[in-house]
């Protein structure tokens, strides 16, 4: 049972670090009216952050996936188990905070950016549960 919460816990970190990238990209115009900040400045300040809580992100990842996951081939669930909690994750904050000022409405460039990310992002986790996979067997067979 620890596992399995374990597995979860993995794929509510990969969810979330999708998550909060991909809102902010949505939501420049919305926190650039809300904090009266030049939209240049919300998309340097969105790109820091961004790149920030990737690497972080990275790190966590992959320590976490090394402590908790072992060399179980289990780990290559998170694959899939990111996505429900990330549709869940869209539509709490869709209900929380619903579009209701026209001028906040993304761009469509911003969504195929999004199509794009959400594309790419399995292979990323898939790299990731790989590095933990080649780093494991190495110190177990050096064992």
Known sequence: MKFFLKLNGISILYAFMIFVPLELMVNVY???RLTNWNIGNVNILI????VVAFVAGTILLLFLTKKW??????????VILWVPYFVLFVYIFASLFPMTH?????????GLL????LIVYPIYI??????GFISDDKTINTV
């Open 30 to 32: 919305r926190i650039s």
């Open 47 to 50: 790109g820091f952050t961004n």
């Open 69 to 78: 996951m072992k060399v179980r081939k289990v780990k290559f669930w998170t």
């Open 102 to 110: 026209g001028g906040d409405a993304p761009n469509p460039v911003t």
């Open 114 to 117: 999004a199509i794009g990310a």
């Open 126 to 131: 898939l790299i990731i549960n790989f590095t």
